[in-house]
């Protein structure tokens, strides 16, 4: 009788031990199909690159041919203002007069335009604006001629843009070459969706930078040749701003190889996604690829 009893016991036990097992297994397997389940579908772009990253972590998020050189556009401007901003002694309300020759280079390269005005004189702090909010080709080769070294104009501008491929250098932006202070280059102008992210990560530790590309509009008063005044209005091309919850920046591209591009960032909750897209097809389909891989950031 005792023997038995310690058999059914036994047995009773094993029984027991396998059933606790098999429900261990099975609710490891329902957990695990449950994440599965819950993880966000990857998002389809229609941009030939782009790139999500959680801003605090530096984890990537998303990918796409995010290594590839594509032509950046106007999202060089990134770089020219953090070149701007890094300047030692920066006083943003230094006076630059307004030269002829940016005026004749965006009738050259119908580039877009802050519209300066010949002769009147802008704050640095303005023409920063006017370089990321209307993408002002012209506020660029200003800042460009001012914190460039040298006697010559020419001399300058060649100098300033080896302080943003300096900088790229610095950043380790392994696929990042400038070959302009605005994207309107020579061929040579290029970077990818991982680094230009990586560079606008950067350029948003900075507090200037990061008032100036979440602003949708912005009138600035500036001098007039004459010491009189006059009131210049710019507003984001960033459609963005103001249209998505928690956007927070940074700038538009476009161009003939460049296609349509967007660099963007927004805050939710205490969490920083920033990304690239680059060569979309065209202002809406660039917005509308940003929204996705925000939107999938967030839920990573």
Do not use: E
Not at 76 to 93: E, F, H, P, R, S
Not at 140 to 167: E, H
Not at 181 to 198: A, Q, V, W
């Amino acid at each position: 009788m005792k023997l038995g009893t310690t058999v059914t016991r036994r047995t009773s036990a094993a029984a027991t031990v396998a059933l606790t097992a098999g429900a261990v297994l099975a609710t490891g397997a329902f957990a695990s199909t449950a994440q599965a389940a819950a993880a966000p579908p990857v998002p389809t772009i229609t941009a030939k690159g782009g790139f999500v990253m959680n801003d605090a972590t530096k984890k990537a998020l998303y990918g796409k041919a995010a290594d590839t050189r594509r032509s950046t556009g106007s999202t060089t401007k990134i770089m020219t203002a953090k070149v701007v901003l890094a300047q030692k002694d920066l006083n943003l309300d230094a006076k630059v007069t307004v030269q002829k020759a940016y005026s004749d280079y965006i009738v050259s390269k119908t580039a877009s335009s802050a519209r300066l005005i010949v002769g009147d004189k802008v704050t640095v702090r303005q023409l920063l604006y006017g370089l990321m909010l209307p993408s002002g080709c012209d506020a660029a080769y200003a800042l460009a001629d001012k914190f460039g070294s040298g006697s010559t104009r020419a001399a300058r501008v060649k100098s300033f843009i080896g302080k943003m491929n300096a900088d790229a250098k610095n950043l380790g932006l392994t696929n990042t070459h400038f070959d302009s202070f605005d994207g309107i280059g020579g061929g040579s102008n290029y970077s990818t969706p991982r680094d230009l992210t990586k560079l606008a990560s950067s350029a948003m530790r900075n507090s200037t930078f990061r008032a100036i590309v979440k602003t949708k509009s912005t009138k600035q008063k500036v001098t007039t040749k004459n010491g009189g005044y006059r009131y210049m209005s710019w507003s984001n091309t960033n459609a963005m701003l103001g249209s998505y919850s928690g956007m927070t920046g940074v700038k538009t591209g476009s161009g003939p190889s460049a296609k349509y591009c967007l660099v963007f960032a927004a805050t939710r909750n205490g969490k920083t996604v920033i990304g690239t897209v680059l060569t979309s097809t065209s202002a809406t389909t660039r917005t509308a690829d940003a929204k996705k891989l925000l939107d999938y950031g967030f839920k990573k």
